[in-house]
């Protein structure tokens, strides 16, 4: 079983619409999330994180957050053809030898078209 | 604020020879970086963790003697592909944490002829 799933997509959204992605993790004492964004051909890039339930707004993107079902999303409002990218899901490992480590889903490709 | 460098952006090589990629943390101090590759149409995948003043720590199956890595200060860490073989071309990207997150280097797409 995979530690961290996502869809892989193709996600496909209109210009102006609401994206969705969607992520779980097994590891239920898992404390630390992260949304990072990966143009083709580029390195990963932070959008947000989240370490309480709940939800988190930064601009157009939303985190939410739900340990209790183990599932992270990211909603980007007001999607824009730039936003198309690979998003990947990230979980921090909790403690001992793995500390620090980020646990990688395999990312959802989004495309926002005009 | 959290950026990191690396260097070189691209490099080819031949067959044989060996490959230094720096990465900085260029405005905070990083006591663990980390080294990922990246193949392709796939995620990435992490090669080592690099402390900084100890040994790195390798994932299963990468060649500790192959992937040399050296993490002599807070804001600076290398990692040296011995004898280079086409193989182990790939995109290779480093990471500095900072508190619980990780920020990304642009990374180093190597070309192994």
């Known amino acids: 079983q995979k530690e961290v799933e996502q869809n892989s997509g193709p996600l496909s959204v209109p210009e102006g619409a609401i994206a969705s992605l969607n992520c779980t993790y097994s590891d239920r004492v898992s404390q630390s999330f992260f949304w990072y964004r990966q143009y083709s051909g580029k390195s990963p890039e932070l959008i947000m994180s989240?370490?309480?339930?709940g939800d988190k707004e930064d601009g157009r993107f939303t985190a939410q957050l739900n340990k209790a079902s183990q599932y992270v999303s990211l909603l980007i409002r007001d999607s824009q053809p730039s936003d198309s990218a690979t998003y990947l899901c990230a979980v921090n490992n909790a403690g001992g030898t793995s500390y620090g480590k980020l646990t990688f889903g395999q990312g959802t490709i989004l495309t926002v078209h005009p | 604020g959290a950026v990191v460098s690396q260097h070189p952006s691209r490099v080819i090589c031949k067959s044989g020879t060996s490959v230094k990629i720096e990465c900085r943390s260029l405005d905070f101090q990083a006591t663990t970086m980390f080294w990922y590759r990246q193949f392709p149409k796939q995620s990435l995948m992490l090669m080592a963790t690099s402390n900084e003043g100890s040994k790195a720590t390798y994932e299963q199956g990468v060649e500790k003697d192959k992937f040399l890595i050296n993490h002599a200060s807070l804001t600076l860490s290398t990692l040296t592909v011995t004898s280079a073989h086409p193989e182990d071309s790939s995109f290779y990207i480093c990471?500095?944490?900072?508190?619980?997150?990780?920020?990304f280097g642009p990374g180093t797409r190597l070309l192994v002829l």
């Open positions: 990471s500095a944490r900072a508190l619980e997150t990780q920020y």
């Open positions: 989240i370490y309480s339930n």
